[in-house]
């Protein structure tokens, strides 16, 4: 079979590419088979939320989400899109510095965004603990329950004239060819790896993408209100580490009236199953910030592997020494949110056009940089 775009991976990100190409009159062809880890896409918690430790990041995600915003409309009820902000929840005066950094940052592009004091904070969620100082709240933020929209983007895809090769394990990638284990042969103009950390099955990926193990609890239906979704300042902290475990405070309200909460990061593990010692971290902390949650009965606990790079940006274009083969992947915690960013970027690479923010640094270029 010959087509002009070869995906290999069906997460949210694979998904996105897959939609926007076959948006373009491209053929394509998603080939997506069993991994060694759990998906990303279900590791996530459906937030799309502007990022701002780097310029680059802050760029992404800002111009992610208002594809996002943009697409909304035509998602089914079931994705549960709901634009219900961010909280960023400061525990002390010298984190509340750093809300208001955020709040001049983010209207450096003109986003919305308001400092919440103490008296503020609690009248926008109650059951927060007492005596928090305050938070920057960003409105523009979105939850969207990612298996779905992953399932729509692949089926629009599909309507388009889009394939998709389930249970294909991929054995080699060169120039213009996808093999897998099975045997079949696919041609490819271009081809796309958009794998999560299964994209390590391209040598000069696995020099960079490693994965990184988080874990993610849900609880039974609760009266317990949560508005936002919630985060801690310390989570920044948490995301920046690269060689030790860490927890941080994150819930997200769902429509369901269930808490999603998280959340954890682990490297130098690769066993699928709970670690109950960071779960148990991972609440303690939960309940610091948010002790009405212990009302809330667990009724789930999963893990999911994430692909993280050194500099915390994704890797997005063309990987070095072929000429034929993309990259789409290294967005560890961010994948949903820059997915359509993500697309979009790709599909400007593949036509030859010029991209709605600069390319450069997110190239797989600097694997070897």
């Known amino acids: 079979m010959t087509y002009d775009v070869a995906i290999i991976g069906a997460g949210i990100v694979g998904a996105a590419c897959a939609d ?33 430790d780097s310029d680059a990041q802050f760029a992404l995600t800002s111009y ?6 943009e697409f909304a409309s035509e998602l089914p009820p079931e994705a549960e899109f709901e634009n219900c902000g961010t909280l960023w929840i400061a525990a002390d005066e010298e984190e509340m510095e750093e809300v208001d950094r955020k709040f001049w940052k983010y209207a450096e592009i ?14 926008a969620e109650p059951n927060l603990k007492k005596g928090l100082p305050g938070a920057l709240r960003v409105p523009g933020d979105s939850v969207v329950y990612q298996p779905v929209a992953t399932n729509f983007l692949l089926a629009r895809a599909q309507a388009a004239g889009a394939s998709i090769s389930r249970n294909a394990a991929v054995s080699l990638v060169i120039d213009g060819l996808v093999e897998t284990w099975g045997g079949e042969r696919i041609e490819a103009q271009h081809i796309v790896i958009s794998a999560g950390c299964g994209s390590t099955l391209l040598p000069e990926l696995a020099k960079a993408v490693k994965p990184r193990k988080g874990h993610l609890v849900i609880t039974e239906r609760t009266n317990t209100t ?9 989570y920044l902290r948490s995301a920046h580490g690269t060689d030790r475990d860490s927890v941080a405070f994150n819930i997200q309200p769902r429509k369901t009236g269930q808490l999603l909460i998280g959340s954890s990061r682990q490297y130098g593990s690769d066993d699928p199953s709970a670690d109950l010692e960071i779960v148990a971290k991972m609440m303690k902390r939960a309940l610091e910030y948010f002790p009405s949650a212990a009302d809330a009965q667990a009724t789930r606990i999963w893990t999911g592997f994430r692909p993280a790079t050194p500099d915390g940006l994704p890797y997005i274009g063309m990987v070095p020494g072929y000429e034929k083969v993309y990259a789409a992947t290294g ?24 991209s709605a923010i600069p390319r450069e640094p997110y190239s797989p270029t600097r694997i070897d940089g």
């Open 331 to 354: 967005h560890e915690g961010l994948g949903i949110t820059t997915a359509l960013g993500t697309a979009a970027l790709i599909a400007d690479e593949i036509l030859g056009r010029e």
């Open 110 to 123: 003109g986003l919305t965004t308001e400092i919440l004091d103490e008296r503020s904070l609690r009248s």
């Open 226 to 234: 949560v508005n936002h979704q919630l985060v801690e300042l310390g």
């Open 20 to 52: 926007r190409l076959s948006s373009e009159g491209l053929s394509v062809c998603v080939i997506d088979g069993p991994s060694e880890f759990a998906p990303a896409t279900a590791a996530g918690m459906g937030h799309i939320v502007v990022m701002d």
């Open 64 to 69: 992610s989400q208002k594809l996002w915003d």
